[in-house]
């Protein structure tokens, strides 16, 4: 289910990566719980549209408003702010491999603000339950296969309810039956009122999991809601 009011807004923006426009003219909006992919070529901009959506990258061209945030006019100050509300999740782990899954998942609470450590540890079991991977708190990030460390990601993606989910290639180092299971995951997610904007060179998934697609190409970003994309 998903409202009319956007969470993400786009309104001529140029993307940069470095002093490199790699996306000019990128208008498009995201509805409050709507599922949308992002695809296109390695180098088209969809790293560097995600970067400038959670502030990563600046934006020096156009407007964007982020969960209520508008980044335009956006301080260094409330960036922490901005990211409390997104939930972001790398094709890389970047998970801390001398700490277990509670240790990985406590440091980000702290990081933003939490202090009740019966509170955390509640919100960690809950995060856990609802990635399916109930009995891991105390495992070493090794001793989970990828399948279970992306898991865990975004577990730590979603401690503070985030509106929106931006996954970079979630299942790029995953093998097919896997990453079915994370797109799967990321679909619950979405049900539950999360928006997500997710990356993917995986076009079985836009066949098997329909849903809106953003593709960037040739510097210019086409949307499936207006055009037809062709993959």
């Not at 100050?77 to 997104?86: C, I, S, W």
């Not at 702290?110 to 891991?136: C, F, H, N, P, Y």
């Not at 070493?140 to 296969?145: D, F």
């Not at 797109?183 to 928006?195: A, V, Y």
Request: with cysteine; aromatic share 8%; hydrophobic share 40%.
């Amino acid at each position: 289910m998903f409202t009319d009011e956007p969470i993400v807004q786009v309104r001529d923006a140029q993307i940069h990566q470095g002093d490199r426009v790699v996306l000019d003219e990128v208008n498009f909006s995201i509805s409050k719980g709507e599922f949308v992919y992002l695809v296109g070529r390695t180098g088209s901009g969809k790293t560097s549209l995600l970067k400038t959506l959670y502030a990563d990258l600046p934006l020096r061209t156009g407007q964007i408003d982020v969960a209520g945030f508008s980044l335009q006019e956006l301080r260094k100050r409330d960036v922490p702010y901005l990211r409390r509300k997104l939930g972001i999740v790398f094709q890389d782990f970047q998970l801390f491999y001398d700490r277990t899954v509670a240790e990985n998942l406590t440091f980000v609470m702290k990081a933003t603000g939490w202090t009740d450590s019966s509170k955390m540890k509640q919100r960690i079991a809950e995060v856990l339950m609802q990635v399916g991977l109930g009995s891991v708190n105390n495992k070493m990030p090794h001793q989970l296969s990828g399948g279970e460390q992306q898991r865990v990601v975004v577990a730590r993606a979603l401690l503070n309810e985030p509106l929106l989910l931006l996954a970079d290639e979630p299942t790029g180092n995953l093998d097919p039956e896997v990453a079915a299971g994370i797109l799967k995951l990321f679909f619950d997610i979405n049900k539950s009122g999360t928006s997500v904007l997710m990356a993917t060179h995986n076009h079985e998934f836009l066949r098997n999991y329909p849903a809106r697609v953003l593709q960037c190409q040739q510097g210019r970003m086409n949307d499936s809601q207006q055009s037809e994309v062709t993959l």
